[in-house]
């Protein structure tokens, strides 16, 4: 396990940024491990992120801010301190299809994802004997049409409860309130079953055999108000022929959602990702 810290920037371009923050975690005996960023020329905007060996820099996460606070008054930057050590809580909500919750299980047993999963959620009883298997505390809270608010309050409460840092929805199919996404901005991860713009909404793959297209995707965004329409983290597609039926356009769909959801929660964990209106910056 590495100790590090990662710092990730937005701010208005200019001339300096680099430097500067280099010569900081210089001047606190920082040893830097990566450093990427990207400039938005349309919106005149410099997005960073850099991270840093944590042995022998000279701050601790309390004094950072004030020895950093001049730097970002000059430049208006808004940043985040990320330290490796503080391993995020992510909670898992899912239906009946559980080939997403089963490959991030079995990615977070074999050390592929650095973060704890406090518990699962589910409108249905399917995955309760993967829970159990991986050892994981299951949640069965039914979705009835007319109670939608009674059961995200009893979602809430366990979210408190675990004191949850963000949620991944491994092929949850029901629809978020306005409620729900206000109160976790920018830390709900979905995997749709489309190549988004393409086939919002439900059975995207019926209506892709329909449409007779020769590409299918999938997608990993981060919800928001607006159905299907958040920052898109990743998205991969397969090609698919006259010869295949809907079938198979689900079988080689679930293979796309599967790698396509780990890869944006490993981001996520990994602190890869800096959003900007409704795009994202996915880091090296």
Excluded at 99 to 123: F, G, M, T, V
Aim: with cysteine; net charge negative; glycine share 2%.
């Amino acid at each position: 396990m590495k100790n590090s810290a990662t710092l990730l920037i937005t701010c208005p371009d200019a001339k300096g940024i680099v430097a500067a923050i280099a010569d900081f975690l210089y001047q606190h005996n920082a040893n830097i491990l990566h450093a990427d960023q990207h400039q938005d020329a349309e919106n005149s905007l410099f997005l960073m992120r850099v991270e840093w060996d944590l042995k022998d820099f000279s701050l601790d996460e309390a004094s950072f801010a004030q020895a950093f606070e001049v730097i970002a008054k000059t430049y208006k930057m808004t940043w985040e301190l990320k330290l490796s050590a503080d391993k995020p809580r992510m909670a898992i909500m899912v239906s009946q299809y559980d080939h997403c919750l089963a490959d991030l299980l079995h990615r977070y047993k074999n050390n592929e994802l650095q973060c704890d999963i406090p518990l699962i959620i589910s409108n249905h009883l399917n995955a309760q004997k993967l829970a159990e298997f991986y050892d994981i505390p299951f949640f069965h809270i039914p979705f009835e049409k007319d109670k939608k608010k009674e059961a995200e309050a009893e979602q809430f409460a366990l979210f408190d409860e675990y004191q949850v840092d963000f949620i991944v929805l491994a092929r949850y199919m029901q629809i978020l309130s306005e409620d729900f996404v206000k109160r976790y901005p920018q830390c709900v991860i979905n995997i749709h079953h489309s190549f988004l713009p393409a086939f919002i909404g439900a059975k995207p793959y019926h209506r892709a055999f329909e449409r007779g297209v020769k590409l299918i995707g999938a997608t990993s965004h981060y919800v928001t108000e607006v159905l299907d329409e958040g920052p898109i983290i990743e998205q991969d597609i397969d090609r698919i022929s006259h010869r295949d039926q809907v079938e198979d356009l689900i079988q080689k769909g679930r293979d796309l959602e599967r790698i396509v959801l780990y890869k944006a929660v490993r981001w996520h964990i990994e602190n890869r990702i800096l959003i900007y209106g409704n795009k994202t910056v996915i880091f090296d």
